[in-house]
C-alpha cells in the first residue's frame, strides 16, 4: 500500500471531470454535515473514504485507512464557511442536491426507523443547512423523500453520493424553477 497521505483538494485540481466548483461544494457540504458533531463516525469515515475512492480509482490505495481518515479530516477543516459553499451552488436544483445529499449522509448508517444515530448536533447542522439553502418546503420535502425511498429500495449511500458527484448538474439539466427536481 502507498504510504503518502492523498491531498483531497489537489485530486480535485488535477481531475478537472470530477471537480467543478459546484460538485467539489456539495462534497464538502457532505463532509462538513459529517463532521457537524466533532466525530466523524466509522460508518461517515467509510461511506466517505468509498466516494472518494470511487471519483478518484487511481488514488484508491491512498484512500484507504488511516491516509483516508487523515485526508478527509484535513479537506473538512478547510471547508469554506457554509455560505460560501451554497454561493458556489447557483441553481435550485444544486442546492435540492446540496439538502439531498446531507439527508442521504445523515441516514446512512441508519436502521429502519432509528432516529438515534443522527446526533442533536447533526440534526443542527441539517436544519443550518436548510436556512442557507433557502429552498422552498415543498423541494426539502421532495428531495428528503426521494433520498428516503432511494436508501429504502436498497441503493448503497455509496453509489448514491459517487453518482450525484460523477455527474456535474448544469443550466440545461435543472428544471424549471417552479416543479421539483426529480433526483
Given amino acids: 500500500m502507498d504510504n503518502r497521505q492523498p491531498d483531497l483538494s489537489s485530486l480535485w485540481e488535477q481531475n478537472p471531470e ?20 466533532g466525530d466523524l463516525a466509522a460508518q461517515e469515515r467509510d461511506l466517505l473514504a468509498k466516494v472518494v475512492a470511487g471519483l478518484f480509482p487511481d488514488e484508491a490505495d491512498q484512500l484507504q485507512g488511516e ?3 487523515q485526508a478527509l479530516a484535513e479537506f473538512s477543516l478547510l471547508t469554506p464557511r457554509l455560505e460560501s459553499l451554497v454561493e458556489a451552488l ?3 436544483a444544486e442546492r435540492q442536491l446540496a439538502a439531498k445529499l446531507v439527508y ?20 443542527h447542522a441539517y436544519r443550518r443547512l436548510l436556512e442557507v439553502l433557502k429552498l422552498p418546503e415543498a423541494l426539502v420535502e421532495e428531495a428528503e ?8 429500495s436498497g ?19 435543472a428544471p424549471p424553477s ?4 426529480a433526483l
Avoid at 470530477?18 to 458533531?37: H, N
Avoid at 441508519?110 to 448536533?121: F, M, R
Avoid at 423523500?145 to 429504502?152: F, N
Fill in 104 to 123: 442521504v449522509m445523515l441516514r446512512a448508517h441508519q436502521h429502519a426507523g432509528d432516529e438515534t444515530a443522527v446526533t442533536a448536533e447533526e440534526r
Fill in 18 to 37: 470530477e471537480g467543478s466548483s459546484s460538485q467539489q461544494a456539495l462534497f464538502r457540504i457532505v463532509c462538513w454535515a459529517a463532521w457537524s458533531d
Fill in 67 to 69: 491516509g483516508a481518515v
Fill in 178 to 181: 417552479s416543479s421539483p427536481l
Fill in 90 to 92: 447557483p441553481s435550485q
Fill in 155 to 173: 441503493i448503497s449511500p455509496t453509489v448514491l453520493l459517487q453518482q450525484a458527484l460523477r455527474h456535474p448538474m448544469t443550466a440545461e439539466d
Fill in 145 to 152: 423523500r426521494q433520498a428516503r425511498s432511494e436508501l429504502a
